[in-house]
C-alpha cells in the first residue's frame, strides 16, 4: 500500500507540476515531425496481462516495420527532438499516466513487448508478480542498451540471447530485495546518472 500510494500521489503531481513542461515538449513534437505526438504501444506488465505504455514519440511514423530494437542514438529513424528526448529519458514522462492508472510504477522490471515475452522461461515468468517499472535495476545496468545492440553482428539475436536473460536475472534480484527505501534508492541513482549523460 506504501508503495502504490507514493506511485500515485508522486504521478498524480508530477503530471500537475511537468504539465507545462509536457505541454512545450508535445508543441516541439508536432512541429519537428508529422504524425501523433504520443507513442502507444502494447507491453506485458503485471500478472502476465498486456497493457498500452505511453511515450513522446521520437521515431518518425511507421518506423517499427524496420524492426522492434532501436539501434544506437543516432538511429536513422529517430526524429531530431526524439534524440533529446531520449537522451535525457523525457519520453519516458507520460508512463505517470501508467502509474495513475495502476499499470506501472516507479520502480519495476521494464515491460517489455509480447514478443519478447515469448522467449521467457516459466521461472522467469515470476517478474510479473510486480508492476513494471519506469526504471529498475536492469534499467540502470542496460542504460545504455542502443550502443550495445548497434555493435553488435546481429542485434535480434544478441537481444534475445544476451540481454534478455541477463535482464531477467537483476529483475528476479530487484523482486527479492524490493522495498520502499530500496525503491527511492534506485530512483535517486537514475535521476543522477541521467543528469551525468
Do not use: W
Amino acid at each position: 500500500m506504501i508503495k502504490r500510494s507514493f506511485d500515485f500521489i508522486g504521478a498524480f503531481l508530477g503530471l500537475i507540476i511537468l504539465s507545462p513542461f509536457l505541454l512545450l515538449i508535445a508543441i516541439c513534437i508536432a512541429i519537428d515531425s508529422k504524425g501523433p505526438i504520443l507513442f502507444i504501444q502494447g507491453r506485458v506488465g503485471r500478472h502476465n496481462k498486456d497493457f498500452n505504455i505511453y511515450k513522446f514519440r521520437t521515431m518518425y511514423v511507421a518506423s517499427q516495420s524496420k524492426g522492434l530494437l532501436t539501434l544506437g542514438n543516432r538511429d536513422s529513424r529517430v526524429t531530431r527532438i526524439g534524440y533529446f528526448l531520449r537522451r535525457y529519458k523525457i519520453d519516458e514522462f507520460p508512463q505517470l499516466i501508467n502509474i495513475l492508472l495502476g499499470d506501472m510504477s516507479f520502480v519495476g522490471p521494464r515491460p517489455e513487448l509480447r514478443h519478447y515475452v515469448n522467449f521467457y522461461t516459466e521461472d522467469d515468468l515470476k517478474i510479473f508478480s510486480v508492476r513494471p517499472g519506469i526504471t529498475g535495476l536492469a534499467s540502470l545496468k542496460y542504460r545504455n542498451e542502443v550502443e550495445l545492440l548497434k555493435a553488435a553482428e546481429n542485434p535480434e539475436a544478441f537481444f534475445i540471447k544476451t540481454i534478455i536473460p541477463d535482464k531477467l536475472k537483476y529483475n528476479k534480484t530487484y523482486i527479492k530485495k524490493r522495498n520502499f527505501f530500496f525503491d527511492l534508492k534506485l530512483i535517486g541513482l537514475t535521476i543522477f546518472r541521467v543528469i551525468l549523460r
